[in-house]
T-cell receptor, first 115, second 109 residues
């Protein structure tokens, strides 16, 4: 498809396990973002990629969170030793110009539940 | 203080009614503003940009008040399909967009 693709759409895991969330942005979009949305909360910025580099990792909540992007395309968000407070919808978005237009194209998200 | 604050609602209105709501932002240096729409358990999508002079897109009107640091959205002649959560979005600078928690609108028949 032509949109941003995320997998898995749903993930249930046990506390302490590691999880990997994948994002496949729109082809040609150089900017890629990860956000987190908890129930009743606004989208929380996690990390931004321009190409393969991440000039801003300031939103990552702890060192258990990491992300990488390869080939200027697919990105993986990894959460190690998951905690219950990590439960949320993790949204990936991409755009052409690094936020200048304000239009981010979001995937449908990965809903993470940590038991 | 949150960067972007919104009344969570919900705003329950009958079809055909007008509904309006605001959001406030804390960073006076913000330059760009947007409204996104998010349907239940779906991803956010850009509804419209907000320009300094105010702008309309069909039944939707957005306004910006820089002096008071608030943005408004007005929906005229509400349709059932307008039921959604509306996210106020402010560009912090460079590439970062700050999202409000959203205002929920429910249009009833």
């Amino acid at each position: 498809g032509a949109g941003v693709s995320q997998s898995p759409s749903n993930k249930v895991t046990e506390k302490g396990k590691d999880v990997e969330l994948r994002c496949d942005p729109i082809s040609g979009h150089t900017a890629l973002y990860w956000y987190r949305q908890s129930l009743g909360q606004g989208l929380e910025f996690l990390i931004y990629f321009q190409g393969n580099s991440a000039p801003d990792k300031s939103g990552l909540p702890s060192d258990r969170f990491s992300a990488e992007r390869t080939g200027g395309s697919v990105s993986t968000l990894t959460i190690q030793r998951t905690q219950q407070e990590d439960s949320a919808v993790y949204l990936c978005a991409s755009d052409l110009s690094g936020g200048n237009t304000g239009e981010l194209f979001f995937g449908e998200g990965s809903r993470l539940t940590v038991l | 203080r949150k960067e972007v604050e919104q009344d969570p609602g919900p705003f329950n209105v009958p079809e055909g009614a007008t509904v309006a709501f605001n959001c406030t932002y804390s960073n006076s240096a913000s330059q760009s503003f947007f409204w996104y729409r998010q349907d239940c358990r779906k991803e956010p999508k850009l509804l419209m940009s907000v320009y300094s002079s105010g702008n309309e897109d069909g039944r939707f009107t957005a306004q910006l008040n820089r002096a008071s640091q608030y943005i408004s959205l007005l929906i005229r002649d509400s349709k059932l399909s307008d039921s959604a959560t509306y996210l106020c979005v402010v560009e912090r600078g460079d590439y970062k967009l700050s999202f409000g928690a959203g205002t929920t609108v429910t249009v009833r028949a």
